[in-house]
């Protein structure tokens, strides 16, 4: 039997072990239960988890022309193309509530020192995710004193929120303790990976280093919809006309006005240098986009856990993605699989292009015509940056607040409890492992009842680029499993919990996991009978911080005897864990070699 155990800390330390074994043994004294959590959605119906590597989900909100999300539509009302062509729906399910945003006079306030009453589990989790490797210091602080308003009057005693940046610096873990809160907030500040805005000759910005860096694609070529977003997968390259002025072009008029003073003449090979710069920058770009994605994707699965309703607010400027889409996509993915919802507020505010630019980013006058294309380069570069937070709410059923600089509202609306929103999943028929980006449409069956309503869905996904083989399947299957709420009863498997008091301080945590066998499909391979099993056990602390697993696969090999045995008795699994006085969440997972899982939630309390 092959037994692993990652990610214990010194809370929670592993003291010993046992097998798999008949049914018989008794356990220490029962502990006091709190109570059990079953994964469920909001309205009750359980989701099952599914890993089947074409199923493709697609979380749809449907407004009326208030604003307000509609309830009561059922899988019949749906339409659901991709690619334009018509899929079935195979999957449908409700999750959320009908909530309108908390207004200042209707909100209940928490107050700056509210907290959750002793073992009350949490219903509501808000993650503020700072973008703080794209954020300058302005936007910083317009939203961190939103923020703290937010904290003060919108958010009420059973929440808890955490504080998370893309850099990984000054983050705080879920908690109800607003003063921590409002003292990591204050120590938030910009840590981009670049120099100042406009340090460099030429100043470009990330968009135009990356139409350089793409075979120099004209403006009208430049397709500022990319996937996901209404336009192609990739970007043409066609043929440079002289006439039109491109972004190298303006790049390089850039360089012979900020080096050499407006006299091309002066000026030793412009171009090359413009070409370099735009290298050096986009290079910079793109390792800071997968920085500010990764940390998103980890917030994502830190979430999964979590129980009751749990939201991202990305707080970001924004930033150009055109080469890191898949990975976009595989977070939605995630996000709409585990119902994690992600709000997007845009630090910018209100963006204003001033024409010339500004005193921020160092650039000079040029030409008329070389102004113009300026300008709108900067424009459409604008609307990528904001087309990754759209994209990202739009994708997993959330709220996009942007172009305004009323954030104490955005916070109000992007910080409150997700709207009533409704998962299609469907199963692509001959999905190619090429890693094409696939446009997806959904619309309401009938135009009649569809009138006035605005639907908001994730605008398409990535095939994958490969098969994946089934161990893999089985790891990715058992993984999300264990980081969810959802409850899966594919085997029959039952949970008993108890502790006793251990020397400082502790108590020794006993959790029985055991699996009914009559249900079970074993293979018979000669005289002998075939299974394999895979058990995770992952606990959680009272703020669904997660501590620790033990993982065990157990391959069986029955004789007749053996196995009539195992058929009357079952199995049973032993483990036991060094634990605080506390509340925790423990997690049981378990799956056979057939693909049958169970999995259990259960909410322990530990005192003396």
């Not at 097998?19 to 909001?42: C, I, K, M, N, T």
């Not at 001959?430 to 997806?440: E, F, R």
């Not at 996904?461 to 083989?469: F, Q, S």
Request: aromatic letters at 6%; proline letters at 5%.
């Amino acid at each position: 039997m092959q037994i692993r155990s990652k990610g214990l800390t010194s809370a929670l330390v592993l003291i010993a072990a046992g097998g798999l074994a008949a049914l018989g043994s008794s356990g220490p004294a029962a502990q006091e239960p709190l109570r059990s959590v079953a994964g469920e959605s909001g309205n009750g119906q359980v989701f099952q988890l599914r890993v089947e590597r074409n199923a493709v989900l697609v979380r749809v909100v449907v407004l009326d022309s208030h604003g307000k999300a509609v309830p009561e539509l059922n899988r019949e009302d749906f339409l659901l193309f991709d690619n334009g062509k018509q899929q079935t729906i195979t999957g449908f399910m409700t999750r959320g509530e009908t909530v309108s945003a908390p207004t200042p006079a209707t909100a209940a306030p928490a107050g700056p020192h509210a907290s959750v009453a002793p073992g009350v589990i949490p219903n509501q989790f808000v993650a503020l995710y700072y973008d703080d490797l794209w954020m300058p210091f302005s936007d910083v602080t317009l939203t961190r004193n939103a923020a703290e308003h937010y904290l003060r009057t919108e958010l009420k005693p059973a929440a808890r929120v955490g504080l998370f940046t893309s850099s990984g610096r000054n983050q705080l873990e879920f908690t109800a303790n607003h003063d921590k809160l409002e003292q990591a907030l204050m120590k938030l500040e910009p840590r981009s990976m670049e120099g100042p805005p406009g340090s460099d000759c030429p100043p470009l910005t990330d968009y135009e280093a990356y139409l350089i860096n793409h075979e120099d694609i004209p403006l009208e070529q430049s397709d500022i919809s990319g996937p996901g977003r209404g336009g192609s997968n990739e970007f043409a390259t066609p043929s440079v006309l002289p006439e039109t002025p491109s972004a190298l072009a303006l790049a390089t008029q850039e360089v012979i006005e900020c080096e050499c003073g407006g006299d091309a003449s002066h000026c030793r090979n412009p171009a090359l240098k413009a070409k370099e710069a735009a290298r050096l920058r986009w290079l910079q770009a793109e390792d800071q986009v997968r920085v500010s994605l990764e940390g998103l994707r980890h917030l994502v699965q830190r979430m999964e856990v979590l129980p009751g309703r749990r939201t991202i607010l990305f707080i970001s400027p924004g930033f150009v993605d055109l080469t890191k889409l898949s990975d976009l996509g595989d977070i939605i993915d995630r996000a709409v699989q585990e119902d994690v919802v992600i709000n997007g507020l845009d630090s910018s505010g209100l963006r204003v292009r001033i024409p010339g630019g500004n005193a921020s980013d160092n650039s000079r006058v040029l030409p008329i015509a070389y102004e113009a294309i300026r300008n709108q380069i900067r424009m459409n570069g604008d609307q990528q940056q904001a087309d990754v937070l759209a994209e990202l709410a739009s994708g997993t059923g959330g709220v996009y607040f942007h172009n305004s600089n009323d954030c104490d509202q955005g916070f109000r609306e992007a910080g409150g409890l997700p709207q009533l929103a409704y998962v299609l999943e469907f199963s692509p028929s001959n999905l190619k492992d090429n890693g094409a980006y696939h446009h997806l449409k959904v619309k309401l069956a009938s135009a009649a009842k569809g009138h006035g309503f605005r639907i908001e869905a994730r605008k398409g996904y990535y095939a994958p680029l490969k098969a994946a083989n089934s161990a893999a399947l089985a790891e990715q299957q058992v993984h999300h499993a264990v980081f969810s709420r959802n409850v899966s009863q594919g085997l029959p498997l039952n949970v008993k919990t108890s502790f006793k008091k251990a020397g400082d301080g502790k108590a020794v945590l006993t959790v029985t996991l055991h699996l009914g066998a009559n249900e079970l499909n074993f293979t018979k391979e000669g005289a002998r009978y075939e299974d394999r099993f895979t058990s995770v056990t992952a606990i959680f602390d009272h703020n669904g911080r997660y501590m620790g697993e033990t993982e065990r696969n157990a391959d069986l090999h029955l004789t007749e005897s053996e196995f009539k045995r195992i058929r009357r008795k079952g199995l049973k699994l032993n483990l036991q864990f060094a634990l605080a006085p506390g509340d925790y969440q423990v997690r049981n997972v378990v799956r056979d070699s057939n693909g049958a899982l169970a999995a259990v939630n259960d909410v322990i309390r530990i005192k003396f």
